[in-house]
């Protein structure tokens, strides 16, 4: 990823497919005037920057020879190939439609040319929001259908670029998606203005939590690695192999055992202490894998339950104070 990542990129920028509305008259007169010359010349110039070969040599310099194949359409020509295909179905007008202005998709992935995605990639993903485009417009409310595409085609580029900047995806949430497309230029815009960029700041400005604030600038600042990858160029081992082992250090198992066999041993010299009902509560409910119950016990020994559950619970403190004291580090014992 290049120094310019789309973490920097403007605010306009941050539009949502599931936000897109068509636009009035009045905003299509105001906004969004564009002729068709002032279009293609953006676009020819942005293709000028990309190859200034003669002749084609790559995929992307034939794509885009292939495209200028198709010139413009006019009002009334756009106009009157939507009727052809929302009125009468015919899917040759969708597919004028459609070729006419492929130079969007071009022109607004070439803005995000340098953030290190493929080029292609993101002219592809713009012609798939340039096809929602076609199902959305709505000819009748007077505004050009390149106007209204470029919503679209610019959401769904941005969507890409969101979904692949990492290994693991980060703008999950509306939230998130805020932050990560806006998280670094309201710092700067902070630090501009004198301010110390901390989260709650950050968080009122963006009306978003505090807790999501830190977390993506925690995701921000770091890079995933797989863990497959190869530690070196001339290694055959992989990140992977550098995590701990998740099972127990050999000393460790042999002190344990041996703490275990000690354990064992005392448990039979404090038996032997008991008299013959403590001894039986002790191995039919205390180390018997299915103990009885308490009121089992209080039956076999007419007592209450209650009293059975006495009994239980001294024995349980005679028996620690017992290894206490005979074993050093019992405490340590995993049973």
């Not at 403007?10 to 497919?17: A, G, L, M, Q």
């Not at 040759?92 to 459609?98: H, R, S």
């Not at 099972?247 to 008299?275: H, P, S």
């Amino acid at each position: 990823m290049s120094e310019r990542d789309i973490t920097s990129l403007d605010e306009d920028d941050t539009i949502e497919v599931e936000d897109i509305e068509i636009l009035s008259p009045a905003e299509e007169s105001e906004d969004f005037q564009l002729d068709s010359s002032a279009i293609a010349e953006t676009t020819t110039a942005s293709w000028e920057a990309i190859s200034t070969a003669l002749a084609p040599t790559t995929t992307l310099d034939r794509y885009l020879a292939e495209v200028r194949r198709y010139p413009f359409l006019t009002k009334e020509e756009e106009v009157r190939l939507f009727y052809e295909y929302q009125v009468k179905g015919k899917q040759d007008a969708a597919v004028k439609l459609i070729l006419a202005n492929l130079r969007i998709s071009v022109a607004i992935a070439t803005e995000y040319g340098n953030v290190g995605m493929d080029k292609m990639d993101l002219i592809q993903e713009g012609n798939v929001g340039l096809l929602q485009a076609m199902k959305k417009f709505d000819p009748t409310r007077n505004v050009r259908f390149y106007a209204y595409a470029a919503w679209w085609v610019r959401a769904y580029v941005l969507r890409f670029l969101l979904n692949n900047f990492r290994l693991v995806k980060i703008g999950t949430t509306q939230d998130q998606r805020k932050l990560f497309f806006n998280l670094k230029k309201e710092k700067a815009k902070l630090e501009q203005q004198g301010f110390v960029p901390d989260p709650k700041l950050i968080a009122d400005r963006l009306q978003v939590r505090e807790r999501d604030v830190i977390e993506m600038d925690q995701r921000l600042g770091s890079w995933e690695l797989s863990l497959d990858q190869p530690i070196s160029d001339d290694s055959e081992g992989t990140f992977y192999d550098l995590f701990p082992s998740s099972q127990q250090a050999v000393d460790e198992q042999v002190e344990d055992n041996q703490l275990r066999m000690l354990f064992r041993k005392k448990l039979g010299e404090f038996a032997k202490t008991l008299n013959e009902r403590e001894e039986d509560i002790l191995r039919n409910r205390l180390l018997s894998e299915t103990p009885a119950t308490l009121e089992e016990l209080g039956k076999k020994y007419s007592v209450t339950k209650e009293r059975a559950r006495q009994v239980e619970a001294k024995i349980i403190k005679r028996l620690q104070s017992f290894m206490k004291s005979e074993l050093k580090d019992f405490d340590q014992i995993r049973l």
